[in-house]
């Protein structure tokens, strides 16, 4: 009894809470969390509606093509590597299926082509990298290039997508109750985001993702297989790209060269202000999904203000991002 009270005194509790919050590994997805609600809370009190529940799932809604962005974007920044050609590949990924689809092609090749088409592209890129040794900021650089290139060649012009079943996936509405509901994009990034904290938590390859970032040396000499588990985070980036695409084609039913540009930003944004370190080794998936749902926020914040440029999302995400990186920082550095 006595040692049970000791462990419980407010000093040893306020000691384990100040090391949580320190911490490089749980400390920045705290902030995130203690940040969503603070603005959550904010923009409840200050807008009339904002407490709707809607509200909340819509930014699921609106951002489930961005989830599955950040899910593989944040396999490849565990490594400490990055990704920049993920929003050309959503573009390609959009106007390949509005393409296909128009030439009279099913659904569901489309959907199983793109995402082969896409893993093959992210295979090249991590072949590049762990054989050829190319940085993988030039690495997937030149992939960006390349999928918008492809795009052009595709098509110039905006293609409407027309198909039935694309058209259901966009207007279905699952209903849960109390006038809430969802659409199926939204199921599937959820799926998806499952599927990876198990991976990433509870697998070997996972395990072998985190020791990769945290020195890939070290985990060689452990024996894990860093060399193909370091190709394999871009398949999978590759894979989540594509995905990420036919999600977005649900969003906009259309196909367009210069879709999504930008958004490889929006999730390197999202992976590092949800706790993730640039450096690689620490973070977790689901603190992405709450960085995807902070900026998705963010727009929500000023689309109700009604008084802002859409400008403003750009400002505040990039003042998060600059501040979320000198903490990363900061606490790295007292753990050294």
């Not at 969390?33 to 904010?42: D, E, K, P, T, W």
């Not at 809604?61 to 962005?69: C, E, G, Q, R, S």
């Not at 030039?138 to 390349?146: D, H, N, R, S, V």
Request: with cysteine; aromatic share 10%; hydrophobic share 55%.
């Amino acid at each position: 009894m006595t040692t049970l009270s000791a462990s419980l005194t407010p000093r040893r509790l306020l000691d384990r809470v100040v090391d949580v919050f320190t911490s490089p590994k749980s400390g920045p997805v705290l902030v995130t969390a203690i940040l969503f609600l603070l603005m959550y809370v904010g923009g409840g009190l200050r807008y009339h509606g904002f407490f709707a529940g809607q509200v909340v799932l819509n930014l699921l809604i609106d951002n489930a093509y961005l989830i599955v962005l950040a899910v593989g974007m944040t396999f490849v920044i565990l490594t400490g590597g990055i990704d920049l050609s993920v929003g050309a590949v959503v573009a390609l990924s959009t106007i390949i299926a509005a393409r296909l689809l128009q030439l009279g092609w099913s659904p569901g090749v489309v959907i199983v082509l793109i995402l082969i088409i896409t893993s093959l592209l992210g295979l090249l890129v991590g072949l590049m990298i762990q054989v050829f040794k190319v940085q993988p900021f030039i690495a997937t650089l030149a992939a960006m290039f390349l999928s918008r290139g492809l795009c052009y060649i595709i098509a110039k012009e905006s293609i409407t997508i027309s198909n039935p079943f694309f058209k259901a996936m966009a207007n279905i509405r699952i209903s849960l109750g109390y006038r809430l509901s969802i659409t199926p994009s939204v199921v599937i990034a959820l799926v998806v985001l499952v599927i990876a904290v198990w991976v990433l938590q509870y697998t070997r390859f996972g395990r072998t993702t985190y020791a990769i970032g945290g020195g890939e040396q070290s985990g060689m000499l452990m024996g894990l297989p860093t060399a193909r588990t370091k190709v394999l985070v871009y398949v999978i980036s590759g894979f989540c790209s594509g995905l990420a695409g036919v999600l977005f084609s649900f969003y906009t039913l259309s196909g367009y060269a210069l879709s999504a540009v930008g958004t490889e930003m929006d999730a390197i944004a999202a992976v590092v202000i949800g706790g993730t370190l640039l450096t690689g080794g620490y973070g977790f998936v689901l603190g992405s999904a709450l960085g995807v749902l902070v900026l998705g926020l963010i727009q929500t914040v000023i689309s109700f203000e009604g008084t802002l440029s859409s400008w403003w999302t750009k400002i505040f995400i990039g003042a998060l991002l600059l501040v979320f990186i000198i903490l990363q920082k900061v606490l790295t550095s007292r753990r050294t």
